[in-house]
């Protein structure tokens, strides 16, 4: 099986912290542009942020610099998101996609998508 599994979505108190995880199966993450997105009520699906294979050109959506930390672990083939100082505008579907296309921004386009987890972050 080729997939992405995520977990980590959870309900949240604006101002809180969350980490999302998606572990890869049946390829390498480290060979790919990986990145993690978010569908949020209301607006279409965006990229919160990018990074290429060895860390190479990473990128975060605006709103989220300075909160949100991508990460990846290759021991485990792994990807997360550290997100902190938490917003109810944060609120959505987060996805973990691999074989993101381009190499600099965030482009909605992937080859793997992992299947979304829920983050709800209000008081």
């Known amino acids: 099986q080729l997939q992405l599994v995520e977990s980590g979505g959870d309900l949240v108190q604006p101002g809180g912290s969350l980490r999302l995880s998606c572990k890869a199966s049946?390829?390498?993450?480290?060979?790919?542009?990986i990145g993690w997105f978010r569908q949020v009520p209301g607006k279409e699906r965006e990229g919160v942020s990018c990074?290429?294979?060895?860390?190479?050109?990473?990128y975060y959506e605006e709103s989220v610099r300075g909160r949100f930390i991508i990460s990846t672990d290759n021991a485990e083939n792994t990807m997360s998101l550290q997100m902190n100082s938490l917003k109810p505008e944060d609120t959505g579907v987060y996805y973990c996609?691999?074989?993101?296309?381009?190499?600099?921004?965030?482009?909605?386009?992937?080859?793997?998508w992992g299947q979304g987890t829920q983050v709800n972050v209000s008081s």
């Open positions: 049946g390829f390498i993450l480290n060979n790919y542009r």
């Open positions: 990074t290429g294979a060895k860390g190479i050109n990473t």
């Open positions: 996609a691999a074989g993101v296309e381009g190499q600099i921004l965030c482009d909605i386009a992937a080859a793997y």
